[in-house]
Each structure stands twice: as structure tokens, then as C-alpha cells.
């Protein structure tokens, strides 16, 4: 067995940056795995088509869906790194700013019925996608293009735009809102 060595007193303040950098480093190693089963797909051609777009699209989210056969909740948002994010985004949702982050959230804001919480699932194209405030998106790790944070109900999803799919969600990320700011 390795030998664990104890971390010393005092290194625990890194521990966020380290989840932050983890977090991070998984979203980049699925883009990679995206770009990959990208050319797989048939090339689209520019195009205003929808049907088109929509056809690509499911190609791309069904290569994905190969590639990522035991993709499962809680891959990208671990129990660590969902604390972790509760507590970053909880300024920007309880603080002075608050009500009007809540409002900005609240605009095109989907209620969880609509929306299946399953990972791989393709986001419902009938429901809009919530607006997620400067506030809330600079407390959380930069995403690279394509890849967003988004709101369903008081749940945060992390959602792929090129192949409209959910590829992890976190139950009760924000306080569920009071019925007077909705």
C-alpha cells in the first residue's frame, strides 16, 4: 500500500484552489473528449437549417454519450466541490446584490419539472435557458466556451451548448426562492 504521508497544519486553505483547479481540469479533459467524437460526426455545412442543425447536434450528443458511457452525476460537481460552490455563489444570492441576482435568475428561469436531471440528458429545446449574473459567474471557475453554467430552478446544471446536453447537475445550489421573489 503507498505510504500517506500527513499533510502539515495549515495547507487546507489551498484546498479550495485545488478543488477549483480540479474542477477545471475536468472540464477540459470532456471538452477534449467532445472535440475527439467531434470529427466523427459528419461535417456540417453552414447552414440556417435547423433540421440540420438540430441532426448534428443529436450526432454530436449520441457520440458523446458513446464516449462517455459511465458518465454519472457528481463527476464534475463532487460533494467537495459542491460545497465549495454553495459557498462561493452564496454572497452573490444572500448578499447586498442579492434580490437582484435572484431577479436575473428568475427571468428565463425553467422549473425543475421541466428539465430532466439526468446526466447525458439533452436539455429540453421547449425551455428557455436561465440567465446566469456576472456575480454568480465570477464566484465560479471560468468555463471555456460551450460549456455553461445554468440555473433549473434553485439547481445548477452544467450544460454543453454544441450537443444541447447536461453533463452534471447540482440539487439546491442556491436557496430555493421565496414565493414573494418569484
Known amino acids: 500500500a503507498p505510504v500517506r504521508t ?5 495547507t487546507n486553505i489551498n484546498s479550495d484552489a485545488k478543488l477549483m483547479a480540479d474542477f477545471k481540469a475536468k472540464v477540459d479533459d470532456y471538452l477534449k473528449l467532445r472535440k ?6 459528419p461535417a456540417v455545412k453552414k447552414t440556417d437549417d435547423p433540421k440540420q442543425l438540430i441532426t448534428a447536434e443529436k450526432a454530436l450528443a449520441a457520440n ?11 463527476d464534475f460537481f463532487t460533494p467537495a466541490t459542491q460545497a465549495l460552490f454553495r459557498r462561493l455563489m ?4 444572500k448578499g447586498p446584490e442579492g434580490p437582484e441576482n435572484k431577479g436575473a435568475i428568475k427571468e428565463d428561469l425553467p422549473q425543475p419539472k421541466d428539465v430532466p436531471f439526468q446526466v447525458n440528458a439533452d436539455y429540453p429545446r421547449t425551455e428557455s435557458l436561465s440567465t446566469v449574473p456576472p ?10 466556451p ?10 445548477l446544471i452544467l450544460y454543453d451548448s454544441k ?17 414573494k421573489e418569484q
Open 135 to 144: 456575480d454568480v459567474l465570477r464566484a465560479l471557475p471560468q468555463l471555456p
Open 90 to 93: 452564496n454572497p452573490a444570492v
Open 64 to 74: 458523446v454519450r458513446a464516449a462517455r458511457p459511465n458518465a454519472k452525476r457528481g
Open 6 to 10: 500527513k499533510m502539515p497544519e495549515g
Open 36 to 41: 475527439s467524437v467531434e470529427g466523427q460526426a
Open 146 to 155: 460551450d460549456i455553461q453554467y445554468r440555473f433549473v430552478g434553485p439547481h
Open 163 to 179: 450537443p444541447n446536453m447536461i453533463i452534471d447537475f447540482m440539487l439546491n445550489a442556491i436557496p430555493p426562492m421565496s414565493s
